[in-house]
C-alpha cells in the first residue's frame, strides 16, 4: 500500500538551525540596536526633518546607523513617482542589511478605498481598487484574493514588505464613522472570510498582511484620531462578533495585528486604550486567543494617545501591555529614549524586550 506522508527527516533540524541562527543573531545585538528594532516610524522622524522625505542618502545612511530601527511607514508626501519610491526603499534595505545584515519593515497603508496612499494619488500606474465595503456586499472570496494580490503585486514591485491591511473591523455600530466604506461589513464569518483572502493575496505576493484594529474599531462611535473612544461591550459580546475575523486569522497564521486606541471599560474595567491594555493583549490576544505573531499599535501619534501621554510614556506602557512594534510615536527620539532609561531603570526588562524581538527577528529572517 502507499506509504502514509512522513515529514521529511530534515524539517525539524531546519527548524532548529532557524532557531540558533535567530538566537545567535539577537545575541550579536546591543540593547540600544534592539530596542530600535521595536520601532516602525516616519522616515521625517529618523532625520529630523521639517519636509517630507523622498530619498534615502547620506542623511538617512548616518541618523540609521545611530539609531537602526525595525522599519519605515510612508505617506503619500513621501510617494512622488515609481522611479523615486523604487530608488528610496531600495536604498532603504541597502543600508539597513549593511548595518544590521537584516531587512527593513518597509510599510504602507494601502487598503484600497479612501485609504490607499498609492492607488489613490494618481501619480502611480496602478489599479484602482474600490471599497472593501464593495466586495463586503459581494461576499466573493475570489475577488477578495485578487484584490489583495493586486494590491500587493503593485506594493511589492516598488518595494515595499508590509501594508496595513486587511481591515478585520466588523462593522457592529451603524454609527461608526472611523472604518465605514473600509469594512467588508457588520456580518462577522463574512469579514473573516474576506480579510483572510485579501491577507492571502497580499502573502503571495510577498507582502506581509496587518490585520487590524484589534479588538474591533466597528463597534465604537468616537474616532481615535481625535480622542478618547470606546466600546460598552462585554467579552461575550465582542467573541461572538468583533473577535472571529482575528480568532479565524490567529488560527491561519495571520503574521501581524494592529491594536486600536479605543477603549473597553466593560472588559478591562478602566479607560486604558486597548493597545497600551496588558488585559487586552497579553491577556485576550496573546494567553486566550494564542497569538504569538507581532503585536503593533497603532500610530501613536494619534488623539487618543498624544493627549494623554507623553511619547516615551505610551512607548513604556505600550511594550509592558505586549505590544511588539511601536508605530509612529509623535515624538521618536523620546520614545525610544524612554525605552533604553526604562530597561535602566529595571521598569522594562531586557527579556521582555528580547521576546518581541525574537517575534521581529523571526519574521525578518524568514523573509
Known amino acids: 500500500g502507499a506509504r502514509k506522508h512522513e515529514p521529511e527527516p530534515y524539517a525539524s ?7 540558533y541562527e535567530l538566537e545567535e543573531c539577537l545575541q550579536s545585538m546591543t540593547l540600544e540596536e534592539k530596542a530600535a528594532q521595536l520601532f516602525i516610524i516616519l522616515p521625517e522622524s529618523l532625520v529630523e526633518s ?11 545612511r548616518n541618523a540609521f546607523q545611530n539609531i537602526p530601527v525595525g522599519g519605515f511607514i510612508y505617506l503619500g508626501s513621501n510617494l512622488e513617482s515609481a522611479e523615486q519610491v523604487k530608488a528610496m526603499l531600495s536604498h532603504v534595505q541597502d543600508i539597513s542589511m549593511e548595518r544590521l545584515n537584516l531587512p527593513a519593515f518597509l510599510s504602507v497603508d494601502e487598503e484600497g478605498g479612501r485609504v490607499a496612499r498609492i492607488g489613490g494619488s494618481g501619480r502611480f500606474d496602478v489599479p484602482v481598487i474600490g471599497s472593501m465595503s464593495e466586495i463586503g456586499e459581494s461576499g466573493d472570496k475570489d475577488r477578495a484574493y485578487r484584490t489583495g494580490a493586486e494590491i500587493g503585486a503593485y506594493l ?24 465605514k466604506g473600509r469594512s467588508f461589513g457588520s456580518d462577522p464569518e463574512n469579514v473573516s472570510a474576506l480579510a483572510l483572502s485579501v491577507a492571502n493575496g ?21 474616532d481615535t484620531h481625535d480622542g478618547y473612544a ?12 468583533e473577535l472571529i475575523p482575528f480568532r479565524d486569522g490567529i488560527r491561519a497564521g495571520i503574521p501581524f495585528i ?19 491594555s496588558p488585559a487586552v493583549i497579553t491577556g485576550l490576544l496573546r494567553e486566550e486567543m494564542g497569538f504569538d505573531g507581532i503585536v503593533i499599535t497603532d500610530a501613536l501619534n494619534m488623539g487618543a494617545i498624544a493627549q494623554q501621554y507623553s511619547s516615551a510614556e505610551a ?16 515624538d521618536f527620539k523620546s ?22 524581538v525574537r517575534r521581529i527577528l523571526r519574521i525578518k529572517l524568514a523573509g
Open 156 to 179: 511589492s514591485a516598488l518595494g515595499f514588505n508590509l501594508d496595513f491591511a486587511p481591515i478585520a473591523d466588523v462593522l457592529s455600530n451603524p454609527d461608526n464613522t472611523v472604518v
Open 13 to 19: 533540524a531546519k527548524y532548529e538551525s532557524e532557531e
Open 335 to 356: 520614545a525610544y529614549q524612554g525605552v533604553l532609561d526604562a530597561v535602566a531603570r529595571g521598569e522594562l526588562t531586557t527579556e521582555r524586550i528580547d521576546e518581541s
Open 315 to 330: 512607548a513604556i506602557l505600550a511594550l509592558k501591555a505586549g505590544n511588539d512594534i511601536l508605530l509612529m510615536p509623535a
Open 258 to 276: 494592529m491594536v486600536g486606541h479605543f477603549s473597553l471599560p466593560q472588559v478591562t474595567g478602566d479607560s486604558l486604550p486597548a493597545s497600551l
Open 50 to 60: 521639517t519636509g517630507p522625505v523622498t530619498a534615502a542618502g547620506e542623511l538617512t
Open 230 to 241: 470606546f466600546t460598552e461591550k462585554t467579552i461575550e459580546e465582542l467573541q461572538s462578533c
Open 202 to 222: 497580499l502573502h503571495d505576493q510577498g507582502v506581509l498582511s496587518v490585520y487590524k484594529h484589534f479588538p474591533g474599531h466597528g463597534a465604537t462611535a468616537g
